[in-house]
């Protein structure tokens, strides 16, 4: 499985951004799917993730309200809306996925795309 993400780049603050990561090498249907996120100086967070099911999704405190992950299992593609952007969502956006039925899964993840920046300016 291969993950690559994209879609970041430069936003002002309280705008909009979609990102989107494409699945290749193994049909993601009914792998749960997630989006985390590492900011200067910090450690890798959990942003939000769909099960595997496609009934339920979860998200970061931080986030609640403001971003949307969804999917479209017949293009093997995950999405991640994020509106109302603040300098502190600043960070390097990684999509991941993994076959496990353990839910909710905030970590352990088996597969990772490469990251992509996203820079909200105040």
């Known amino acids: 499985v291969q993950l690559q993400a994209s879609g970041g780049g430069l936003v002002q603050s309280g705008g909009s951004l979609r990102l989107s990561c494409a699945g290749s090498?193994?049909?993601?249907?009914?792998?749960?799917k997630a989006w985390f996120r590492q900011a200067p100086g910090k450690e890798r967070e959990f942003v939000a993730a769909v099960k595997w099911s496609g009934d339920d999704t979860d998200y970061a405190d931080s986030v609640k309200g403001r971003f949307t992950m969804s999917r479209n299992n017949a293009k093997n593609l995950m999405y991640l809306q994020m509106n109302s952007l603040r300098p502190e969502d600043t960070a390097v956006y990684y999509c991941?996925?993994?076959?496990?039925?353990?839910?909710?899964?905030?970590?352990?993840?088996?597969?990772w795309g490469q990251g992509t920046l996203v820079t909200v300016s105040s």
């Open positions: 991941a996925t993994d076959p496990g039925r353990r839910w909710p899964r905030r970590s352990s993840f088996a597969y």
């Open positions: 090498g193994h049909p993601l249907n009914y792998y749960t």
